[in-house]
């Protein structure tokens, strides 16, 4: 199916294309300096995007996750790494918006400043010796009870959109003196005194997502700070987990497919009487790019329609859901490689964009879940080893029936 099919998408897709254009001008600079892009942010602030995820009730436009996921592929056409950040902070928003685990004050507040003041949020739940925090170890970050409140020490890795962050979900084993350490977050703002960023990000790919380290040293908390649940995903909930993220690894995978179609049109050897397109071998990796696109747009966007127009079917889509990251960060790795085989070594060039597609792309491996926890997913569930059927497949036809 086209889309989009409402005025909400359309509106939101369209914004989505004006800023992805401001975006793509400045993208290269902030890959080269890896430098984090204020005026992206302030751009996403100026025109309500960063609040499209937020409640009515508190000013936003509570879109869902297709919605968002539909805004979120155009946007990474212009900048992989300021989609992904978007991705992290509006994505959150939604989750909290369903689940509604923080006493509603605080969560309206940061809502508040969200849409007022473009206020960015996002978790910073890694550390260098955790692994994944979906494995769900214990941190080595702790919220210790203290005569006075609490005191929070550790370091975080991975802390994308630490530059522009106001508020910061920190990730946490909680130890009240009275029962064993738990998991926990608490919220700090950006100033809090004992936060500090320690700039340590020089990556491969997603440069410009200033994804630094966060150091706690000793921050001081009163005893009623709020002490919040992690939220585990919920069928209700999921749909924010797996399509806006999963769309930026498709924009960037589209805006590759249309530099290679771009190049092979324009690119004509001195020994050649026409461009390289006429090139069997050359429409042979059009034609395979262009497959592995088809496949990827209609895994996600398919999934993320009936996932949010039967809500009743989310319950067995949990594997859906996984295989549509899998789906999508798979195939765009490979439709990045195809690009630069069209290109060929003019592509390596870092006055063409591919190479840098080439690169953010890859990043998607590391984001939950994993390919294997995914192969394992829908492997037992096809085997029928989960302890419940995928709602969207049918029931196999016994041998021999009629």
């Not at 592509?347 to 840098?356: A, D, H, K, W």
């Not at 890859?362 to 096809?382: H, S």
């Amino acid at each position: 199916m086209e889309f989009p099919v409402t005025e909400r998408q359309a509106r939101f897709m369209a914004t989505a294309d004006d800023l992805a254009v401001r975006f793509a001008e400045r993208a290269e600079r902030h890959d080269r300096d890896g430098s984090f892009p204020f005026e992206n942010f302030a751009d996403l602030h100026e025109t309500g995007y960063l609040a499209l995820s937020v409640p009515r009730e508190y000013g936003g436009e509570e879109a869902d996750p297709l919605e968002i996921a539909l805004a979120q592929e155009r946007l990474a056409r212009g900048c992989g790494s300021t989609a992904l950040m978007t991705t992290m902070h509006l994505a959150l928003i939604g989750r909290l918006s369903v689940l509604r685990p923080w006493p509603e004050s605080l969560f309206a507040e940061m809502c508040r400043e969200v849409v007022a003041n473009g206020a960015l949020i996002n978790t910073t739940n890694s550390e260098p010796d955790m692994g994944s925090p979906s494995r769900g170890g214990l941190p080595n970050t702790t919220l210790v009870r203290t005569s006075e409140g609490w005191a929070l020490n550790g370091r975080k890795r991975w802390g994308s959109l630490a530059p522009g962050l106001t508020f910061f979900s920190i990730l946490a084993a909680v130890d009240d003196g009275e029962t064993p350490p738990r998991r926990g977050n608490v919220l700090l703002r950006a100033g809090a005194p004992g936060l500090r960023i320690e700039e340590t990000w020089d990556n491969l790919g997603m440069r410009a997502t200033a994804s630094h380290d966060i150091v706690l040293e000793d921050v001081r908390l009163p005893a009623a700070t709020p002490i919040l649940p992690e939220s585990p995903a919920t069928p209700d909930s999921a749909g924010w987990n797996a399509f806006p993220s999963a769309a930026v690894w498709l924009g960037i995978a589209g805006a590759a497919r249309d530099a290679a179609v771009k190049f092979a049109r324009e690119r004509r050897p001195s020994g050649m009487s026409g461009p390289i397109a006429e090139l069997q071998t050359i429409q042979h990796r059009i034609a395979e790019l262009e497959l592995l696109l088809w496949q990827a747009h209609m895994a996600l966007f398919t999934t993320a329609r009936r996932w949010v127009e039967q809500p009743e079917a989310r319950s067995g889509m949990d594997w859906e859901l996984a295989a549509v990251k899998y789906v999508v960060t798979n195939n765009a790795i490979r439709i990045t490689d195809l690009a630069l085989r069209v290109t060929g070594s003019a592509g390596l060039s870092r006055s063409l964009p591919l190479e840098r597609y080439f690169r953010d792309v890859r990043a998607g491996l590391g984001q939950p879940p994993m390919d294997d926890a995914t192969l394992t997913l829908v492997g037992k569930t096809a085997l029928g080893l989960t302890g419940k059927p995928a709602a969207s497949r049918p029931e196999p036809v016994p041998a021999g029936a009629d």
